[in-house]
């Protein structure tokens, strides 16, 4: 399979505690994107790699959180401290340049107790 | 800031019923429009994508159109089946390069 793919797939974790989870992107493709969903809701975007770079960041990424990609291949998201609102799906996206069709991994669900 | 708007919220339809979802967003300079589709508890699924020099794309049973000029875009599903009860998405790339969401349609198809 040469989709994205997310580990893990689910995460329970108590309030306080640190997680990171990764995103293996489509091979050739340079960008990749992080993504949360809460329930009822589309995803919002989070943060946006092109390459190893860190290129955009959205005010939804406190500075609990961190993302990064080194040498530009998979990358992780970390979040310290986690607080209950941060119970969510992430989800994972990479594409190429133009058109910049964005293609989704399956997503990890946090669930923070 | 970029706001897209899907409806209906929710639509049920009887199986083999041609039917249209609407997404609208509110600034018109975008690059490209993408459906999704997603399934309970899944990630999404990419339907179609129509850049922005583009009026409709179609894939087997779902076509797809979009209006720049009035912020519209629609996707026709064709013959509609159980298989394709699922939450369908809309998003839109304009100036930064994330996607701006709508809030998605969830079909029923009754059987």
């Known amino acids: 399979d040469t989709g994205v793919s997310q580990n893990p797939r689910h995460k329970i974790t108590k309030r306080g505690q640190n997680v990171t989870f990764r995103c293996d992107p489509i091979s050739e493709h340079n960008r990749l994107y992080w993504y949360r969903q809460t329930l009822g809701q589309g995803p919002e975007f989070l943060t946006y790699f092109q390459n190893e770079a860190q290129l955009e960041k959205s005010r939804l990424l406190s500075d609990r959180f961190s993302a990064e990609r080194p040498k530009g291949s998979f990358s992780t998201l970390e979040i310290q401290r986690t607080e209950q609102g941060d119970s969510a799906m992430y989800l994972c996206?990479?594409?190429?340049?133009?058109?910049?069709?964005?293609?989704f991994g399956p997503g990890t669900r946090l669930t923070v107790l | 800031k970029q706001e897209v708007t899907q409806i209906p919220a929710a639509l049920s339809v009887p199986e083999g019923e041609n039917l249209v979802l609407n997404c609208s967003f509110t600034d018109s300079a975008i690059y490209n429009l993408q459906w999704f589709r997603q399934d309970p508890g899944k990630g999404l699924t990419s339907l179609l994508l129509i850049q922005s020099s583009q009026r409709e794309q179609t894939s087997g049973r779902l076509n797809a159109s979009l209006d720049k000029s009035s912020g519209r875009s629609t996707l026709y599903i064709a013959a509609s089946q159980p298989g394709d009860s699922a939450t369908y998405l809309c998003a839109v790339i304009s100036g930064a390069n994330n996607l701006f969401f709508g809030t998605g349609t969830r079909l029923t198809v009754i059987p």
């Open positions: 996206a990479s594409s190429r340049d133009s058109p910049w069709e964005q293609f």
